[in-house]
Each structure stands twice: as structure tokens, then as C-alpha cells.
């Protein structure tokens, strides 16, 4: 229904016409590009896999001594037609350390995190390291297996924007078709820590909860800024509620887990204000601020604790 009227509306600022037609037509071919099933990778598993890996602690893949740059992966998991979110499906990782290797005796760089209630889900690790592949390198990849609740496992891979061994990489390279890598090439961005964050939306069959989705935090509400950031005893968080209800902040772990409730009360639409002051000895790393409106999680930002 949002939809027809943004469109609508689009149309009429336009005048209609064939022009507002075409345009549209458009439109609709970009809004679904932003919702693509997640495939396969053309590799499947490949020959590293170990069964039963162990749960990520605290959303943490890597040790804080792993050699490597840091790196934290975070997305949403959605149903097919990107309309519901996905909670409870297991993201099954694992990759090779900074010099390309596997632990194939142990679970190093191995584990799993559930998405929470909010179909999100978030590690911490380091960038995998180059291997070859017979005379060439595979692009540095994160293996992944996805399984929502009561779906079957999607086996597959993802690959960093600027890599210059994706083009000879027989599976990264993929563009089309059933192994397409495309929306699995994702970009990466490095924090004022050195860390580099990327964002991946992962699409699959599964029965989600309701939500809207689109533009949830344009819609509903977001958080603008968080400084200092990084922060050491208090950090100060500026949020803005654009439809009135019961607005939330609260502050998790990477593993989802609630460490403080910094705002629970019912707010009308404005600009607000809220400093999180550390009462005890919390650890370096990495901590997610939530806002939710209605119980809806509708925006986060990262924040780092030194
Ligand atoms: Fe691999």
C-alpha cells in the first residue's frame, strides 16, 4: 500500500504520461533489485567444512589475538519477497586465518549465531586470508551456511568489493544464474579503529514475522550520532522518533545480548537526547545501540568500547 502511494505521489509530481510509465517501470525494477533471493556459491562448501561448529561468544568469531584486520559483518535476515523478517536461523561461518589457512583439526575461526527477534545477526572476525587455488588465488571469502527455521540450508560464500582476484575466480565471478555472486560482493568500510564493517542482507525461504520493512528507520526513526565513538565512560546518543509511540534505546552485545536499557517510555515525534553512563567494568569491543519504536527495531549504530 506504501508502496502505491510513493508511487502515486511520484507520478504526480512527474505529470502522468508515458514518461511517469517508463519511469516507473524503473522504479520497480530498482526496488527489486534490493531484495535478492541469497544464492549459491558455484564452490558449495568446498573441501574445509567441519559439522558441529561451537557458538559464537558474544558475537565473536575470531579471538581478540587473532592476527588480522578486524572485521564485523552484520545484516538482516528476510523472507523472500524482503516483506518479513527472520528470526532464529542459524549462520554457520567459517574461513581461513590471516595467512589463508583452515583449522581443520580444531573450530578456530568457526561458529555459529543465531539471528534475534529482530531477524538480525552480527560477528566479529578478521579478514580471511589469500590460498591458492591451483596456479591462481581465490578472492579472501567467508563461508556461510544459512538455516532458517524449518528450511533447508543455503551453502554459499561472500566475497569483498575490489578484490582483484574475483574476476579469475571461477565462482566469485559469477553474474547470472543460480550461483550469481553479485549481491554477495560486499563493500566494506573502515572505521576510525582500523576495523572494517560491511553489511549483508541475506534473502531466504522461510517463514518470517511481519514487518515493514521498507526504509524502517526513514519511516519510524533513527539514531544520528553516538560520540565519542569510540567511547570509554560514557557515550552520548542523539535519536529522533518521527512517529510517536513507545521508543526504546538500548545497548546488546554482539551475540544479542541486553546489557542496558537507556530509554523506555513512550515519546511524541522530535529530536531526543540520552547519555549512557558505564556504572560498571565492561569490555573492550564492540556494543550495538538499538532503538526500537513499538517493539520494533528500527535502527542500530555500532559503537565501539576501548
Ligand atoms: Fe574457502
Given at each position: 500500500m506504501k508502496k502505491e502511494k510513493s508511487r502515486r505521489r511520484f507520478l504526480k509530481n512527474l505529470g502522468i504520461g508515458s514518461l511517469g510509465i517508463m519511469l516507473l517501470n524503473n522504479l520497480e525494477a530498482k526496488a527489486n533489485t534490493t531484495c535478492n533471493q541469497t544464492t549459491l556459491d558455484y564452490f558449495g562448501e568446498g573441501p574445509f567444512y567441519t559439522a558441529n561448529p561451537p557458538s559464537m561468544q558474544n558475537g565473536q568469531l575470531a579471538s581478540p589475538t587473532e592476527p588480522g584486520t578486524r572485521l564485523v559483518i552484520s545484516g538482516h535476515i528476510f523472507n523472500l519477497d524482503c516483506s518479513q523478517i527472520v528470526p532464529n536461523t542459524i549462520v554457520d561461518v567459517w574461513h581461513a586465518d590471516n595467512?589463508?589457512?583452515?583449522d581443520n583439526s580444531g573450530y578456530n575461526l568457526r561458529g555459529q549465531v543465531l539471528s534475534n527477534s529482530q531477524g538480525f545477526y552480527s560477528f566479529e572476525t578478521i579478514k580471511p586470508g589469500l590460498y591458492l587455488n591451483g596456479s591462481t588465488y581465490r578472492p579472501s571469502h567467508i563461508h556461510v551456511k544459512i538455516t532458517p527455521p524449518g528450511f533447508p540450508t543455503i551453502t554459499t560464500q561472500i566475497y569483498f568489493s575490489g578484490d582483484q582476484y574475483i574476476a579469475s575466480d571461477a565462482a566469485a565471478s559469477i553474474n547470472s544464474g543460480t550461483f550469481d555472486a553479485t549481491h554477495r560482493i560486499i563493500n566494506l568500510t573502515t572505521n576510525n579503529q582500523g576495523t572494517l564493517e560491511g553489511t549483508w542482507d541475506i534473502v531466504v525461504d522461510g517463514n518470517g514475522t511481519l514487518i515493514n520493512t521498507n526504509d524502517l528507520h526513514l519511516e519510524n526513526g533513527m539514531i544520528y550520532n553516538a560520540s565519542p565513538n569510540p567511547f570509554n565512560d560514557e557515550i552520548r546518543i542523539n535519536y529522533g522518533v518521527f512517529k510517536e509511540g513507545l521508543a526504546e534505546i538500548s545497548v546488546y552485545d554482539l551475540s544479542g545480548k541486553k546489557l542496558a536499557n537507556l530509554v523506555e517510555a513512550h515519546k511524541v515525534s522530535n529530536k531526543y537526547e540520552v547519555i549512557w553512563k558505564l556504572d560498571k567494568a565492561m569490555s573492550s569491543g564492540y556494543y550495538l545501540i538499538t532503538l526500537k519504536l513499538n517493539n520494533l527495531q528500527v535502527h542500530h549504530l555500532k559503537v565501539y568500547k576501548l
Open positions: 595467512n589463508g589457512a583452515y
